[in-house]
């Protein structure tokens, strides 16, 4: 089981580290979706603060699954934006869904891997 961990560990983190890190240096563009997922990000875009703290997340999160270091709070800090990113994949663009559901899937293992020290916070 630590293989698998540390596999889907690097995976993931090599992932979100390069998402959270294109945000920053937009070293590639994703492909562009439906005009309604279209409209809603650039919405969210010109919020002006959004991107960055997500980006920032993102950083973070995978430099803590990449180190090994703080992984359980990289994971609950990472839970809500893998959720968006997900739900908002089905909403718009369900063709486009496949890479966040697979890291989606990845968080949820490693959440499995380390359900002990998530325990404190279900009592």
Not at 25 to 35: H, R
Not at 65 to 80: D, E, M, Q, R
Not at 93 to 109: D, S
Request: charged residues 10%; hydrophobic residues 55%.
């Amino acid at each position: 089981m630590k293989k698998i961990d540390f596999v889907i560990r690097m995976l993931l983190g090599i992932g979100i580290l390069f998402f959270g890190m294109n945000g920053f240096f937009d070293w590639f563009t994703p492909p562009e979706g439906p005009e309604a997922e279209v409209n809603f990000l650039y919405s969210l875009y010109r919020a002006g603060y959004v991107f960055p703290i997500v980006n920032t997340i993102l950083i973070a999160s995978g430099l803590s699954l990449l180190t090994n270091k703080f992984v359980s709070i990289g994971l609950i800090i990472l839970a809500p934006i893998m959720l968006n990113i997900v739900l908002i994949h089905l909403v718009f663009n369900p063709k486009g869904a496949l890479l966040g559901g697979i890291f989606f899937v990845f968080m949820v293992i490693l959440y499995f891997t380390r359900r002990k020290s998530f325990s404190p916070l279900f009592k």
